[in-house]
């Protein structure tokens, strides 16, 4: 048996966008589902705390990690089915989710083409089934296959069985850090259906001079709008949208309503009323604010920001401060998407 290519006292600076500089007990990069094996049968490990690790970019880290962080770090792409109308494409868990994308626009695969600079790994993709642009990986999934880390079992997990609903699956809450996600098997289309009536798709495509749009330019205009709105972690850390947009019963959206005639919403498919949480932050005087080094971005009030050598427990008080401000002002409590540690 190989040796477990364990270290300890590891920074997680380099593994986290808000860029914080927390440690992690014990560290493990895993390439293999073999090596994951191996260390859920070896007693010194198997009965650790254990914490998931991939791209690190939807987790907010407030302390150091005790136990073993596992970075799933596996690649690889295969073809594993091919019909007239699709592809299946069966993708290791550690590979970096946008090149993906880049990777079907390139080949002509439709259907992930709206999920284009979306930061972070494959493997994670599933766990809050990840969206934009009004399309979700729910859309293109067909199953994957994750290894328990309980008892060291792999098992395959249907689209049901992995319960997605809007920014959620079975992983984010019941089944997390209990089982290490290895690879994913998604559906991609031969014969697009292209989604380019959602926010700034549309009339970007029409700045762009592109009237008949492939799946080429509807990648690059989501490229452009993303760069100018959100803030690059390379540049000012961050984690993306720190809140859900808040879905509520239309009575409660009519009683909003009736104070703040401006309000933007959207009807869902389950008769809910969806309110952008960045409005309701924005009215509540939060938008570009800072404190010290960290703040909330000027451009999108969702994003929660790391100038610098803010905290974790700094940005964590902040997202409470605007869940209690905005709770007071609208009767609304605003639910956090970022992982917190
Ligand atoms: P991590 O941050 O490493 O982990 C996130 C969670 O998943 C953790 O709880 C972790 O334990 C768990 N996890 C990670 N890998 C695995 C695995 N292999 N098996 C089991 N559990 C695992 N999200 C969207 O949905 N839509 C967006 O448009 C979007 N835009 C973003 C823009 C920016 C600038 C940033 C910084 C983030 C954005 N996000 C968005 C959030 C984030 O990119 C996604 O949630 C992404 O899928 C996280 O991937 P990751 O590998 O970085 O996960
Ligand atoms: P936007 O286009 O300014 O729209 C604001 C909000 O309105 C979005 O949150 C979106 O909800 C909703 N919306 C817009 N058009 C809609 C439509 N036609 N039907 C239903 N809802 C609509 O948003 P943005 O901030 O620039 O983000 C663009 C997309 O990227 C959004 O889908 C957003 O979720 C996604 N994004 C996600 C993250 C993240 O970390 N999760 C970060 C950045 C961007 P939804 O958010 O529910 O789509």
Request: a negative charge.
């Given at each position: 048996m190989n040796t477990l290519p364990i270290t300890q006292n590891v920074s997680l600076l380099p593994y986290n966008t808000f860029g914080m500089d927390v440690h992690a007990e014990n560290f493990i990069a895993i390439k293999e589902a073999a090596t994951l094996s191996q260390l859920m049968s070896d007693p010194q490990w198997q009965h650790m705390s254990k914490f998931i690790l991939g791209g690190g970019s939807n987790i907010l880290f407030t302390k150091d990690v005790p136990g073993l962080v596992i970075h799933i770090n596996n690649r690889g792409i295969e073809q594993v089915a091919e019909d007239a109308q699709h592809i299946w494409l069966k993708i290791a868990a550690g590979e970096n989710w946008h090149q993906f994308v880049l990777h079907c626009v390139t080949q002509e695969?439709?259907?992930?083409?709206?999920?284009?600079?979306?930061?972070?790994t494959v493997g994670a993709?599933?766990?809050?089934n990840i969206g934009a642009y009004g399309v979700e990986i729910k859309d293109v999934f067909i199953e994957l296959e994750a290894i328990s880390l309980t008892d060291g079992s792999l098992r395959t997990f249907s689209h049901k069985e992995c319960e997605f609903a809007y920014r959620h699956s079975?992983?984010?809450?019941?089944y997390k850090n209990q089982y290490a996600i290895m690879n994913v098997t998604l559906r991609l289309n031969k014969h697009p259906h292209f989604?380019?009536?959602?926010?700034?798709i549309q009339t970007t495509l029409e700045l762009m001079g592109i009237d008949k749009p492939n799946i080429q330019a509807i990648s690059d205009a989501v490229i452009k709008i993303r760069q100018e709105k959100l803030p690059d972690p390379k540049v000012i850390g961050n984690a993306g949208s720190f809140f859900k947009n808040p879905e509520i019963h239309p009575d409660k959206f009519n009683t909003i309503q009736n104070t703040h005639p401006d309000i933007p919403f959207y009807k869902t498919q389950n008769n809910l009323v969806k309110i952008p949480a960045a409005w309701l932050i924005e009215q509540c005087g939060f938008k570009g604010k800072r404190v010290g080094d960290i703040g909330v971005h000027d451009r999108q009030a969702l994003v929660l920001v790391n100038?610098?050598?803010?905290?974790g427990a700094q940005i964590k008080a902040l997202s409470e401060q605007i869940q209690k401000t905005v709770a007071d002002k609208f009767g609304l409590m605003l639910e956090r998407e970022v992982n917190i540690f």
């Open positions: 695969y439709a259907g992930i083409e709206n999920l284009s600079l979306i930061p972070g993709a599933p766990m809050q079975i992983f984010k809450q019941q989604h380019i009536d959602y926010g700034a100038h610098g050598s803010g905290e």
